[in-house]
């Protein structure tokens, strides 16, 4: 199978690990990663810095090239302010699991004052939810249903989001990334 053939059944074959400029990753949940279709480019452009490489070679008509698989940017790129109101953003702060009976299964948000009665949808009014806790609270509030929230839902820092999502490893991490991924994590004696 040739690197094409299995990049097109693989999807992100050799994905690269991107760095800041700092070398601290862009995002932990979901990791920083570009193709290595990206990342090649990116080196041509003079954008990134090499720095580690899967053995795995790319050839063109006049060269071979190792893929990257750590990269780190020239330019540092300002972490945002405000950490985006998303629906993945708002299960990685309750920690992928139902805030009022801590299931990981069957996951939604729930609107804790119901829209119905003024609720909004923002930060501080939602939380992760199973479908059975959120159909048993319906439209009442979790008081009047009886249930009781294991967070007060707030909003988070991007810098919060960051370290949760490094509780979240993903399905495939490659062994150059490891040092750049957990350089901080307390070391077993």
């Known amino acids: 199978m040739t690197l094409q053939e299995a990049d097109r059944s693989h999807g992100m074959f050799y994905p690269a690990l991107v760095l800041n400029a700092d070398y601290q990753p862009l995002s932990y949940y979901p990791l920083s990663l ?31 090239l190792r893929l990257p698989s750590v990269i780190a940017l020239k330019d540092y790129v300002s972490p945002p302010r405000r950490a985006a109101f998303t629906r993945f953003n708002v299960f990685l702060r309750d920690g992928f699991c139902c805030q009022y009976c801590g299931s990981d299964e069957e996951l939604t948000f729930d609107h804790v004052i119901p829209r119905s009665r003024g609720g909004r949808t923002e930060w501080t009014n939602v939380a992760a939810a199973c479908s059975p806790c959120n159909l048993k609270k319906a439209n009442r509030t979790p008081r009047e249903a009886g249930m009781r929230l294991r967070a007060k839902p707030h909003e988070p820092t991007p810098h919060e989001l960051h370290n949760l999502g490094r509780k979240f490893p993903p399905n495939f991490l490659h062994d150059s990334w490891l040092d750049y991924l957990y350089w901080d994590a307390e070391l077993e004696p």
């Open 34 to 64: 570009w193709s290595w279709q990206q990342a090649i480019k990116a080196v041509f452009l003079e954008r990134v810095q090499v720095v580690c490489e899967y053995d795995q070679l790319v050839h063109s008509a006049r060269m071979a």
